[in-house]
């Protein structure tokens, strides 16, 4: 899979969480690109209540709630399954 189709499959997931576990319209999200030591590492993104992170090298979607409470981590490497870590 391209890191194009690989990017694309997060955005979707995310999506997907977002629908199956807030309520309303999906949020508009904000996307930004994480760099350290001048290697590509992954991407943020940012809505009103939460906000997420990929890391490329995990290929896993870590989701948190606006005030920093960890609240699940989606597998990237397999669409559609359910999230692989919740909070208690």
Request: charged letters at 25%; a negative charge.
């Amino acid at each position: 899979m391209t890191h194009f189709q690989r990017l694309s499959t997060v955005r979707t997931l995310l999506a997907q969480w977002f629908a199956k576990n807030i309520e309303g319209e999906i949020p508009c999200m904000t996307e930004t690109l994480l760099i350290s030591g001048g290697d590509y590492r992954g991407r943020r993104f940012v809505t009103q209540s939460h906000w997420a992170i990929w890391f490329a090298e995990e290929d896993e979607l870590k989701v948190y709630a606006c005030d920093g409470r960890f609240v699940t981590s989606l597998s990237v490497a397999e669409p559609g399954s359910e999230s692989i870590r919740s909070a208690a």
